[in-house]
């Protein structure tokens, strides 16, 4: 019965590292893709805007 847990344990745990893995590149691959568009607004000289519902307020930012 140990051993069986412990093999269940030590694949939920090989699992859950692989899924850490998968986000922490996927975190990597955002992080590049928002660096880009944040290049791409700067050069073609446009913004961005969004509606906070919650304060009722709406934020605009231009890039020059």
Excluded: M, P
Excluded at 22 to 50: C, D, M, P, V
């Amino acid at each position: 019965l140990i051993q069986e847990r412990t093999k269940e344990l030590a694949a939920t745990n090989a699992q859950l590292k692989q899924e850490v893995e998968e986000r922490r590149q996927a975190e990597e691959k955002l992080k590049e893709s928002q660096k880009n568009l944040a290049y791409a607004q700067t050069i073609a000289q446009l913004g961005y805007s969004y509606w906070e519902e919650t304060d009722n307020l709406a934020y605009r930012l231009f890039l020059n």
